[in-house]
């Protein structure tokens, strides 16, 4: 007997300036179909519906027009940006489908047709400067591309130092795209921060961190041990692009490859042969994945594809995908995370390969607060608690440094 197919729209630019990070949620969301159809599981197969907007914000509205009015599907796993998952939002209320969005984001926004699987701010940057003030000082030159997440995400830093008698000494920005940033560079050298805040996406960031790594090398000051980059979205896909330049970033995510989990060892063996042995596996294609094992058990204990069914049963219970059991916040709409803290380290410096090494994380996942409603900036002495599974506790404070 053949089973039903349900069209599934599958919307990440493979190409572009930031088609890295593009190509990853695109194989992440390709995998976990294909592994859903041969699975057994169910009595349903997902028919994937390729987009590719090709990095233009734009064009992610007519992809996903076409998605849902000539093929049919109800529900689109992708959108990168921030500026793209804005197109969309249109679009899925006209055609009452379901976006899901994967990549960790600014947050102040929750949306009744997005089911967000991503990193909200206290699941990011909160915990990342509670991580980084301690220990590097409250001084901080903020860099962001030129659209809504590099302006939220910097805003919401200014913030958290503020709460802190922290000081921001310069923020700047670029357009996607743009590898002109000797500017920055000189900017930087001349104020020796602390810390440096990248928010920047894609090639920019690409160049501006070679370009910082090259200043390193001429002055100790800037050496990752002494002025870290920082960034919310840096991850394994993008190492290998990056080389050296990598080395020292800290970064947040939801998921490093290097998480010693059984269910992660599990996960990994598995992919060896569909992805190869040394290709990397990072949040941005972990979230995409991990988003389509969720429709499909959603839809397996409703029945129905329809997207208020299937947002219905996503709040209503936990679902568990192949690595962990993800529960979706009925208010909303976000998936409680526990946050990372990694740094890059070298493996093979002949060859330039690097890893993320996890060193800090919460006790467990954290209740999403896009709007961060539960957090006080100004409230910034004190350790605070991890809100997690057993508690809702209170969100992480930045403590205070000496001069």
């Known amino acids: 007997m053949s089973l039903r197919e349900i069209p599934v ?19 992440g969301a390709r995998i976990a179909i294909d592994e859903i159809n041969a699975s057994g599981l169910f009595d349903f197969r997902f028919l994937r519906v390729d987009g590719d907007p090709k990095g233009a914000a734009e064009a992610y509205a007519v992809e996903a027009d076409r998605m ?3 093929a049919g599907c109800r529900h689109i796993i992708g ?14 209320e006209r055609g009452r489908g379901l976006l899901w969005y994967t990549p960790p984001y600014e947050g102040f926004e929750s949306h009744d047709r997005v089911v967000y699987t991503g990193a909200c701010p206290n699941q990011g940057v909160v915990p990342l ?9 409250r001084r901080a030159f903020l860099l962001g591309s030129n659209y809504i997440w590099g302006w939220e995400t910097n805003r919401i830093a200014r913030e958290l130092l503020a709460g802190c ?7 700047r920005y670029v357009a996607i795209g743009d590898e002109d940033i000797d500017h920055l560079i000189a900017e930087i050298r001349e104020k020796r921060p602390d810390f440096i805040f990248n928010n920047l996406i ?4 690409y160049a501006f961190l ?8 001429r002055d100790p000051a800037f050496a990752p041990n002494r002025c870290p980059i920082l960034s919310c979205n840096l ?10 330049a990598a080395e020292g970033l800290i970064s947040t995510s939801t998921y490093f490859e290097t998480l010693e989990t059984p269910e992660n060892a599990d996960f990994l063996a598995r992919l060896e042969g569909l992805r190869g042995r040394d290709a990397a596996i990072s949040s941005m294609f972990v979230a995409p994945y991990e988003a389509v094992w969720l429709l499909a058990r959603a839809i397996e204990a409703c029945g129905s594809d329809a997207p208020d069914d299937v947002l219905a049963e996503l709040c209503r219970q936990p679902h568990r995908t192949p690595l962990r059991e993800i529960r979706i916040d009925p208010q909303t709409q976000h998936a409680w995370l526990q946050p990372l803290i990694a740094v890059v380290e070298m493996i093979d410096r002949d060859k330039g390969v690097s890893r993320f090494r996890i060193i800090e994380k919460t006790p467990g996942p954290l209740a999403p607060d896009p709007y961060l409603v539960h957090y006080d900036p100004l409230d910034s002495v004190g350790g605070g608690a991890y809100a997690s599974e057993t508690g809702n506790g209170g969100q992480p404070k930045l403590k205070l440094v000496s001069s």
Not at 10 to 27: H, N, R, T
Not at 83 to 91: A, D, G
Not at 129 to 137: L, S, T
Not at 202 to 205: E, H, V
């Open 9 to 27: 729209g599958v919307l990440f630019s493979k190409s572009g300036s930031y088609s890295v990070i593009g190509q990853a949620g695109y194989w």
């Open 68 to 70: 849902l009015r000539e």
């Open 79 to 92: 959108t990168q940006t921030s500026s793209s998952r804005k197109e969309v939002l249109p679009v899925m």
């Open 165 to 171: 008698d922290g000081e921001v000494l310069g923020e």
């Open 235 to 244: 991850t394994e896909a993008e190492l290998p692009v990056l080389g050296e």
């Open 210 to 217: 070679r370009a910082m790594k090259e200043l390193g090398r």
């Open 129 to 137: 400067f509670r991580h980084i003030v301690p220990e590097f000082g």
């Open 202 to 205: 894609g090639d920019s960031s």
